[in-house]
C-alpha cells in the first residue's frame, strides 16, 4: 500500500471534523432549544439550521444599515479644515479665476498647465503631449510671467531648471483648489492640495487609459475629525509610453506623485498641518538629427510643509496668525539641491476688508521676502486691494514692487477696472549676476454682464523687459529683449440656454509685435451639459460635452544659438471631451489635435495626431 501523504492525511482528519461537527450541531441543539409542538413535520436539522442562518443574516443587514446611516450623516456634517492661506478675500471683480474640485474635474484639462492656457492672454510652450514641459508666459514675459504658491507658500524652481516651475509636473489629482491673480505683465497662480471637510472618510479611484501604452492611476483616502488627529493620502502615477508613429521611445515620459497630510486640531480655533508632496519625473531627451530640441528630465523632487495656524475667532474673521516651514530637495540630473523657508503671515479679517503682513526667510536665492497686503469693499459697488513687496536676493540685489487693483459698478450692467504694478524684478532670482529690472504696468477694463452673457474690453501697456528663457527648449537658448508693447484682450461668453454655453478670448499686440508670444492668440470653447432632469428629476446622472478650439498667427518664438530668429509658424488646434456622471462616478473621453496639426506650440516639437486618453473616476463618502 502507498503511503499516504501528509496533505492527504490532513484533509481527511478536516472532513472528519467537519461531519461530527455537523452531526453534533442539531444534537446539541435538541437539548438548548424547546422545539414547537406544530414544527413536528419540519426536520429539526433543517428547523435549528434555518434559525442560526437568520440570526447571522439579520445581524449582518442591521450592521451594513447602520454604517451605512452614519456615513450619510457624517457625509452632512461639516468639519472645520485649516484656511486656504493666501488667497484671502476680498477682491475686486475681474481679479481672479476659480478652479474648485468640480470645474477641475470638468475643465478639459489633463495638467495645470491646461488650466493656465484658459487665462486671457496666456500662451502655453507645449512641448508636446501629456508629459513634456508645459511653460506659460504673458505679455512675452518668459519664466518671469508666472509664480506659483503651493498652500500659500512658494513652490520654488530647483534642479536642473532653477528659473521655471513646469506646471506639467504637478498632477491635478492631488489638487483641491486652483486660484489664479492676474496683475499686469504677471501671473499668481495658487495651488490647494485636497481639503477633505465632510464627518465621513473620502476615497477616490481613477484609472485612464491611451494610446502608446499610456496608463494613468490615482488614489486618495481622506479622514478629517473636528478635533485630534486627521491624515489624508493621495498618489498619481503617469506613464505615457512612447508615440506610435515615432521611430524611437524619446517621447517617453514617466511621473510618480504622492501626497501626505497629517493633521491635529487643537480646538476650533487652532491646529497643526505636516505634509509631503513628493514627485519621481523622468523625462527622455527628445532629438532631431544633432540638434537637441528638448533636455531630460530624471530625478526626485520633495516639498515637506509644517503649517501652525492659529484664529481669533471661529468663523475666520478677526486676527489669525501662521507659522510656517518648508524644506525643498532635489536630486537627478546631475543636481542635488535644497532650499529651506522659514517664515510667519499676520492677518486681519472683516466682512468687507482685510489686512495681512508676511514675512519669510530663505536659504537659497531670495534671502528675505516681506509683502504687506489690503483690501476693502465700498457700499457694495466697489473694491479695491493691493499689496507692497521687497525682496532681498543674493549678490546683493534688491527687489521691490508696489500693486493696486479696482473694480467699480456702473449702471447699465456695466463695470469698470484698473490696476498696476510698479518697482524693480528680476527675471532670474537664482542668477546672481541677473539684475533687477524697472516695469511700469498699467491696466484698464471695461465689462458687461448679464446672467446671460458677458463680455469685456482689456487694454494693457507692459513696459521693455529683458526676458529670461525657457531651459527646457535646448534650440531657442535666448530670447530677445521685449518693447514698451500695448496688448488689447477681448473675452465673452454667451449661454442662450441652461444647457449650452460659448466662451472664449482673443489678445494681440498693438504696433509692434514682441517675440515669445504669438500674435493675433485666440481661444475658444463650446460646452453642452445636461442633466437630463425631465428623466432623471433626482440630478444624479450628468453629461457634458465639450469643443475646445486655439489659433494663432505667425510670430518669432525666440533666438537661437547664433542669434537669429526662429519663426513660430501659425497653427490652430481642436480637442474635444465627452463626460458622464453617475452621482460620484464618471467617465471621460479626451481627444486632442483633432485636425493632426503638425506645427507645434514649439518650434521643432510637433504635437501628437489625434491622442486620447479614456477613463473613469469614482469618488465615494464612506
Known amino acids: 500500500m502507498a503511503p499516504v501523504s501528509w496533505r492527504r492525511a490532513a484533509a481527511r482528519v478536516l472532513l472528519l471534523a467537519a461531519l461530527l461537527g455537523g452531526a453534533a450541531g442539531p444534537l446539541a441543539g435538541q437539548v438548548r432549544d424547546s422545539i414547537p409542538a406544530d414544527s413536528a413535520r419540519i426536520p429539526r436539522t433543517r428547523a435549528d439550521s434555518l434559525r442560526a442562518d437568520s440570526l447571522r443574516a439579520d445581524s449582518l443587514r442591521r450592521d451594513v444599515t447602520q454604517r451605512y446611516l452614519k456615513a450619510a450623516a457624517g457625509g452632512d456634517q461639516r468639519v472645520p479644515a485649516p484656511s486656504l492661506l493666501g488667497a484671502e478675500g476680498p477682491k475686486p471683480a475681474g481679479a481672479r479665476w476659480v478652479f474648485p474640485r468640480d470645474s477641475i474635474e470638468t475643465a478639459m484639462a489633463e495638467t495645470v498647465g491646461d488650466l493656465l492656457a484658459r487665462i486671457p492672454g496666456v500662451f502655453l510652450w507645449r512641448g508636446g503631449w501629456v508629459g513634456r514641459a508645459e511653460l506659460p508666459t504673458l505679455r512675452a514675459r518668459g519664466a518671469t510671467a508666472v509664480e506659483y504658491l503651493l498652500d500659500g507658500q512658494p513652490y520654488v524652481a530647483i534642479g536642473p531648471d532653477s528659473v521655471a516651475v513646469d506646471p506639467a509636473i504637478m498632477a491635478l489629482s492631488l489638487l483641491e483648489r486652483v486660484e489664479v491673480e492676474q496683475w499686469p505683465g504677471m501671473l499668481r497662480v495658487h495651488l490647494f492640495t485636497r481639503r477633505h471637510d465632510r464627518g465621513a472618510p473620502r476615497s477616490r479611484l481613477g484609472i485612464a487609459r491611451g494610446p502608446g501604452q499610456f496608463a494613468r492611476y490615482q488614489g486618495s483616502l481622506e479622514y478629517r475629525r473636528p478635533t485630534k488627529l486627521s491624515f489624508g493620502v493621495a498618489a498619481d502615477y503617469v506613464n505615457t509610453g512612447a508615440d506610435p508613429l515615432a521611430q524611437t521611445a524619446s517621447d517617453y515620459y514617466r511621473n510618480s506623485q504622492a501626497w501626505v497630510q497629517g493633521a491635529y486640531r487643537f480646538n476650533a480655533r487652532s491646529a497643526l498641518v505636516a505634509q509631503l508632496v513628493a514627485s519621481r519625473p523622468r523625462r527622455l531627451e527628445l532629438v532631431s538629427g544633432f540638434d537637441t530640441l528638448s533636455r531630460p528630465l530624471d530625478g526626485r523632487r520633495s516639498d515637506w510643509q509644517l503649517r501652525y495656524t492659529r484664529l481669533g475667532r471661529e468663523d475666520g474673521l478677526g486676527t489669525s496668525l501662521d507659522v510656517l516651514a518648508a524644506r525643498t530637495t532635489w536630486s537627478g540630473s546631475g543636481v542635488d539641491q535644497g532650499l529651506t523657508q522659514f517664515g510667519a503671515v499676520a492677518g486681519w479679517r472683516s466682512v468687507t476688508s482685510r489686512a495681512g503682513l508676511s514675512a519669510a526667510w530663505r536659504s537659497r536665492w531670495t534671502r528675505l521676502d516681506v509683502r504687506a497686503t489690503a483690501g476693502t469693499v465700498l457700499s457694495g459697488a466697489a473694491a479695491v486691494d493691493g499689496e507692497l513687496a521687497v525682496q532681498t536676493l543674493t549678490g546683493g540685489r534688491r527687489a521691490w514692487w508696489g500693486a493696486a487693483r479696482g473694480s467699480l459698478d456702473l449702471p447699465g450692467h456695466f463695470r469698470l477696472g484698473a490696476s ?184 521643432g516639437l510637433p504635437m501628437r495626431s489625434l491622442p486620447s486618453v479614456f477613463g473613469f473616476r469614482w469618488e465615494f463618502l464612506n
Do not use: C
Not at 524693480?424 to 471695461?446: E, F, H, I, N, Y
Open 420 to 603: 498696476a504694478r510698479v518697482g524693480k524684478v528680476a527675471a532670474v532670482a537664482s542668477d546672481a549676476l541677473d539684475q533687477p529690472q524697472r516695469v511700469t504696468d498699467v491696466a484698464g477694463t471695461l465689462a458687461w454682464a448679464r446672467p446671460w452673457g458677458e463680455a469685456s474690453v482689456t487694454l494693457t501697456r507692459a513696459s521693455a523687459f529683458r526676458p529670461a528663457a525657457f531651459q527646457p527648449y535646448a534650440q531657442l537658448p535666448t530670447l530677445a529683449a521685449t518693447p514698451a508693447t500695448t496688448w488689447i484682450t477681448g473675452t465673452g461668453r454667451l449661454r442662450p440656454f441652461s444647457w449650452l454655453a460659448i466662451e472664449g478670448w482673443a489678445d494681440t499686440p498693438l504696433g509692434t509685435k514682441p517675440e515669445g508670444q504669438p500674435p493675433e492668440h485666440l481661444v475658444a470653447l463650446g460646452s453642452i451639459h445636461t442633466s437630463f432632469a425631465r428623466s432623471f428629476p433626482s440630478g444624479a446622472l450628468d453629461l457634458k460635452a465639450q469643443l475646445g478650439f486655439e489659433r494663432w498667427g505667425a510670430g518669432i518664438a525666440g533666438r537661437d544659438a547664433f542669434g537669429l530668429p526662429v519663426v513660430l509658424p501659425s497653427a490652430m488646434y481642436l480637442r474635444t471631451r465627452v463626460e458622464l456622471h453617475l452621482e460620484r462616478f464618471s467617465v471621460y473621453f479626451d481627444r486632442s489635435n483633432l485636425m493632426s496639426e503638425t506645427v507645434g506650440y514649439v518650434p
